[in-house]
């Protein structure tokens, strides 16, 4: 059996489409399909029936009794001419359109069936130039077209260029999911990262650790939805791809919308917050820089240390509907439950 076991072990390195996987030392000589196998591709993460979905054929399974235990082999097959899990392909191409009807709010383009959330750029024609004159967002769209607001944001953020008073107006042209191609990756493991970096080969992530760098520059260790939109409009980041459990979520990064969801079979409980960085000692900074009395009882205030109304004497009378109401912008250390709150899916 030894030979047999060490065969196969040297055809898997040969055929590049074939993984063997294993589960030792059971009680039973049978082996349910959910448990998760060691080895090959299975990463002690897959079990039989996810690397069947994940495209995978089994094509030779052994079960050794070893003294009162057994050992399972497994042996799986993909024909396909990629070992790489694959995931959906995104169509986020840049489009270009005219506006028309144009409000001082609104405006409509005859791009039909687009998804709520989605968001790109007013360009509008100065002489021999082409400037951004707004953002603007998906609101309502049907086979009839789409209808944008405006949104009031400089997406080029540098305070050195002269400030244009000019207004989207009729013919101007609209950037469909402009710089949607530049995203910022948030990821709790180094499984859900390779995977999907692995897939999207051809989106331009920038590096997490310049977040978790801008997060520990202004002292916050667990980020907001406020922060991570206020960085990715800094860095002129589009999309958001978010991996929470088996999820992946993309998001518009201006209007922090999901406009896609794709299941990733990431299968580990293996998570770090506030994601997965390099960078270390992301702490607040809640005595940092100048501050006077106001500034101490307003963090007072935040940490419950202050009160003005405070009546040692007066009953709490909170409801448990009040007590488990979850503000979305509450942090939590459990990087699951933080995100998902944030989306407000917790």
């Known amino acids: 059996m030894k030979i047999i076991f060490t065969l196969i072990l040297f055809l898997s390195t040969i055929f590049a ?76 191409k840049k489009t270009y359109t005219k506006i028309h009807n144009t409000t001082e709010n609104t405006t409509k383009i005859n791009l039909a069936y687009l998804k709520v ?6 360009v509008q024609k ?39 008073n000019l207004k989207p107006q009729d013919d101007d042209t609209f950037v469909l999911n402009h710089l949607y191609n530049t995203s910022l990756l ?3 493991n180094t499984k859900a990262k390779k995977m999907v970096l692995s897939n999207y080969k051809k989106q331009n ?13 202004h002292n916050t260790p667990i980020p907001l939805q406020e922060d991570i939109t206020n960085f990715c409009k800094k860095q002129q980041i589009g999309t958001i791809y978010l991996v929470i459990k088996n999820k992946l979520y993309i998001l518009d990064a201006l209007s922090f919308t999901i406009i896609d969801t794709i299941d990733v079979a990431v299968n580990s409980s293996i998570t770090q917050m506030p994601f997965l ?30 009160d003005p109304d405070y009546n040692p004497n007066e009953k709490n ?17 459990d990087y699951n439950k933080h995100y998902l709150n944030m989306l407000g899916k917790l």
């Open 205 to 217: 992530f920038l590096s997490e650790d310049f977040f978790a760098s801008y997060l520990k520059l």
């Open 277 to 306: 960085t390099k960078i270390e000692e992301i702490e607040d900074g809640i005595l940092g820089g100048d501050f006077g009395l106001s500034t101490v009882i307003e963090l007072a205030s935040k940490i419950n240390l202050y």
């Open 186 to 188: 948030i990821v709790p």
């Open 317 to 333: 009378t909170n409801t448990k509907q009040d007590i488990e109401q979850i503000d979305p912008n509450e942090k939590f250390n």
């Open 17 to 92: 489409q074939t993984t063997l996987c294993y589960k030792n030392n059971t009680l039973e000589s049978s082996i349910d399909k959910d448990v998760l196998l060691d080895g090959g591709e299975c990463l002690s993460s897959y079990s039989k029936k996810d690397m069947l979905r994940d495209g995978w054929k089994l094509t030779s399974y052994n079960s050794i009794k070893k003294d009162d235990t057994y050992n399972h082999i497994f042996v799986f097959y993909k024909e396909d001419s990629s070992t790489q899990r694959t995931l959906p392909k995104l169509y986020y």
């Open 126 to 164: 100065v002489g021999n130039n082409y400037l951004i004159v707004s953002s603007a967002v998906v609101t309502d769209s049907n086979k009839e077209g789409s209808t944008l607001k405006f949104v009031d944001i400089d997406l080029l953020q540098q305070e050195a260029l002269p400030t244009s």
């Open 117 to 122: 959330g989605q968001s790109g750029a007013i």
